[in-house]
């Protein structure tokens, strides 16, 4: 039984118009790693909107987001999950990350 492959991809986040290409990657099938630094440089208001966005489309899909770092996002398909930690203390929510982001430019 032959299945399609799966690809992980590397994606930037530029602008808010990049979240249809993510979501549109995610359902098919790629596992993204999405540098969010370009957009959080600009708009920490868009790049919020941004996660949340793909939060809320990533969960509906059955898919599982989380933060890589503090400059990407890692977003699996359906039937993928992100291993974490048991203890969530070192793990940050994405939006805590982009304040940090934001005050480092300011």
Do not use: C, F
């Amino acid at each position: 039984m032959a299945s399609s492959p799966v690809y992980v991809k590397a994606l930037p986040l530029q602008e808010l118009d990049d979240v249809e290409k993510i979501k549109l990657e995610v359902r098919a099938g790629s596992i993204l790693i999405v540098r969010i630094t370009p957009l959080a440089r600009r708009s920490v208001d868009e790049t919020k909107l941004a996660i949340t966005e793909l939060t809320d489309h990533v969960k509906a899909i059955g898919g599982d987001i989380a933060r890589l770092g503090e400059e990407r996002i890692v977003i699996t398909p359906p039937g993928v999950r992100i291993w974490r930690k048991e203890t969530a203390a070192t793990e940050a929510p994405l939006e805590a990350s982009i304040a940090r982001e934001s005050a480092r430019q300011n």
